[in-house]
């Protein structure tokens, strides 16, 4: 072997080392941040989607430099590059490269945890109940999507003079509904069984749909570069065919998909034939020119139907666990919170709006409580406090919009805290009523 093959051998061979080490170091500290903050939040009996995404803020952008998305256009932590480059003998500069190139793979893991997020989402969606409760819940989860919709975005358009495209995406990020969020703390306070417990259910699998939908369009029209109406019209149907045609094969094409499984041995066969299932619907749903995202959810809709749902559910959660984990740092890496510093004159329009967005998404979804007809009685006020929280629905919409490059550094963070605050205040609030409802009915007894 000559000289100077050895130099070169020795070269790519660092270069392979620090890869290495920056693609293992990413998510050494992703998965220790998340966890050490899901862990909290879980003893404060907070969604643990917050730890994760404020465990991105304190090691992204806003906080220690350690993982930042390339487009950010900041400096990695000194701290960071050194160590690296002194373990794999390369120059700083030359690990910056590197890291810069293999970002792409840790977004692709990221996007993978996106689509099985949504998967999931779906899978749970109990559409029987969905029609137990039919018109009330479509009331409920029509006005819960139009109201904060219209309200956010004409806001915007016209209050804060936010360009038509980055004003609509805002408005759809308001109309989602977290199920999980929802139905966890229905359960923990005994309420889910009951005709608002159900009705709040029935309208969030619904919120979720419509508003899935809003935000393929709005992604697949922001990515043209142009508003026009045919294409939107066009995008639309597609849409409703789309998602029509998924909630027709729930009926139809589970037992087909349940015979397969029962003749299949091989190990891993309920994780690999769902995610095959994941896979053809997100391709389908990119062909027609809508989002992929849309695809994973239709493809939880689908497998909704199946025998095999329960199994499926604890195959895909372990998934979840790992790389939405990644999607949800991710998000809180990229995100610049100095836009939020009050003492930044140049930063108060964006609180205002980020107090705006937080105003409208409280009260368009609890004025939805009381846009249904019922002969019963109903605790109207629980019902439209079950259906505020955006949870990690609201995240993923945060996060497509990011990806995309809709959204300012105001209005991501203004989204960020809509989110956040009715995530926050949701269960608070529902607990303290359903609380009051308790002693009331104690004192009547």
Same mark, same amino acid.
Request: hydrophobic letters at 55%; one cysteine or more.
């Given at each position: 072997?000559? &000289?100077?093959?050895?130099?070169?051998?020795?070269? @790519?061979? @660092?270069?392979?080392?620090?890869?290495?080490?920056?693609? +293992?170091?990413?998510?050494?500290?992703?998965?220790?941040?998340?966890?050490?903050?899901?862990?909290?939040?879980?003893?404060?009996?907070? #969604?643990?989607? *917050?730890?994760?995404?404020?465990?991105? +803020?304190?090691?992204? *952008?806003?906080?220690?430099?350690? %993982?930042?998305?390339?487009?950010?256009?900041?400096?990695?932590?000194?701290?960071?590059?050194?160590?690296?480059?002194?373990?794999?003998?390369?120059?700083?500069?030359?690990?910056?490269?590197?890291?810069?190139?293999?970002?792409?793979?840790? =977004?692709?893991?990221?996007?993978?945890?996106?689509?099985?997020?949504?998967?999931?989402?779906?899978?749970?969606?109990?559409?029987?109940? /969905?029609?137990?409760?039919?018109?009330?819940?479509?009331?409920?989860?029509?006005?819960?999507?139009?109201?904060?919709?219209?309200?956010?975005?004409?806001?915007? /358009?016209?209050?804060?003079?936010? #360009?038509?495209?980055?004003?609509? &995406?805002?408005?759809?990020?308001?109309?989602?509904?977290?199920?999980?969020?929802?139905?966890? !703390?229905?359960?923990?306070?005994?309420?889910?069984?009951?005709?608002?417990? =159900?009705?709040?259910?029935?309208?969030?699998?619904?919120?979720?749909?419509?508003?899935? +939908?809003?935000?393929?369009?709005?992604?697949?029209?922001?990515?043209?570069?142009?508003?026009?109406?045919?294409?939107?019209?066009?995008?639309?149907?597609?849409a409703a065919l789309f998602v029509a045609l998924s909630l027709f094969l729930s009926r139809t094409a589970a037992p087909a998909f349940d015979w397969l499984l029962d003749r299949l041995k091989a190990p891993g066969e309920v994780v690999v034939a769902s995610f095959v299932v994941l896979c053809l619907c997100c391709f389908a749903a990119q062909a027609i020119g809508l989002e992929a995202a849309l695809g994973a959810f239709a493809a939880g809709l689908i497998l909704s139907g199946s025998r095999h749902t329960h199994a499926i559910q604890e195959t895909?959660?372990?998934?979840?666990?790992?790389?939405?984990?990644?999607?949800? !740092?991710?998000?809180?890496?990229?995100?610049?919170?100095?836009?939020?510093?009050?003492?930044?004159?140049? @930063?108060?329009?964006?609180?205002?709006?980020?107090?705006?967005?937080?105003?409208?998404? %409280? %009260?368009?979804?609890?004025?939805?409580?009381?846009?249904?007809?019922?002969?019963?009685?109903? @605790?109207?006020?629980?019902?439209?406090?079950?259906?505020?929280?955006?949870?990690?629905?609201?995240?993923?919409?945060?996060?497509?919009?990011?990806?995309?490059?809709?959204?300012?550094?105001?209005?991501?963070?203004?989204? *960020?805290?809509?989110?956040?605050?009715?995530?926050?205040?949701? #269960?608070?609030?529902?607990?303290?009523?359903?609380?009051?409802?308790?002693? *009331?009915?104690?004192?009547?007894?």
């Amino acid at each position: 072997m000559t &000289f100077p093959t050895l130099l070169l051998e020795i070269g @790519n061979h @660092n270069v392979e080392v620090a890869e290495t080490l920056i693609g +293992v170091g990413r998510f050494l500290l992703i998965f220790l941040a998340a966890r050490t903050l899901a862990e909290l939040m879980v003893r404060l009996q907070l #969604p643990t989607i *917050l730890g994760e995404l404020v465990a991105g +803020v304190l090691i992204g *952008l806003s906080g220690l430099h350690l %993982i930042l998305p390339p487009e950010t256009g900041a400096e990695l932590s000194n701290w960071f590059t050194s160590t690296v480059a002194s373990l794999s003998s390369l120059s700083p500069s030359a690990v910056e490269s590197i890291y810069i190139e293999t970002f792409p793979n840790l =977004q692709s893991v990221a996007t993978l945890g996106l689509f099985a997020l949504l998967f999931l989402t779906g899978l749970e969606s109990e559409l029987d109940e /969905l029609v137990a409760v039919g018109a009330q819940a479509t009331t409920v989860a029509v006005t819960g999507v139009v109201l904060p919709f219209a309200m956010g975005t004409f806001g915007l /358009l016209y209050l804060f003079h936010v #360009p038509l495209i980055p004003a609509i &995406f805002a408005g759809a990020a308001m109309t989602a509904t977290s199920i999980g969020i929802t139905a966890s !703390v229905f359960g923990e306070l005994k309420y889910l069984k009951t005709r608002e417990g =159900q009705t709040v259910i029935g309208a969030a699998v619904l919120d979720d749909i419509l508003g899935i +939908v809003i935000l393929a369009v709005v992604v697949a029209v922001a990515g043209g570069g142009a508003l026009e109406m045919g294409p939107i019209v066009k995008l639309l149907i597609a849409a409703a065919l789309f998602v029509a045609l998924s909630l027709f094969l729930s009926r139809t094409a589970a037992p087909a998909f349940d015979w397969l499984l029962d003749r299949l041995k091989a190990p891993g066969e309920v994780v690999v034939a769902s995610f095959v299932v994941l896979c053809l619907c997100c391709f389908a749903a990119q062909a027609i020119g809508l989002e992929a995202a849309l695809g994973a959810f239709a493809a939880g809709l689908i497998l909704s139907g199946s025998r095999h749902t329960h199994a499926i559910q604890e195959t895909v959660k372990p998934l979840v666990s790992l790389f939405a984990t990644i999607f949800f !740092v991710l998000i809180g890496t990229s995100m610049d919170l100095s836009v939020l510093n009050p003492m930044d004159p140049a @930063n108060r329009p964006g609180l205002v709006m980020a107090a705006f967005l937080l105003v409208v998404a %409280i %009260i368009g979804k609890v004025a939805a409580g009381w846009t249904y007809v019922s002969k019963e009685k109903t @605790n109207r006020l629980v019902v439209g406090l079950g259906m505020m929280p955006r949870g990690e629905v609201g995240l993923i919409f945060l996060g497509l919009g990011t990806q995309a490059g809709l959204l300012t550094p105001a209005l991501e963070a203004a989204i *960020l805290l809509m989110v956040i605050g009715t995530t926050f205040l949701s #269960p608070i609030l529902l607990r303290l009523v359903l609380s009051r409802e308790e002693k *009331l009915a104690e004192q009547l007894a």
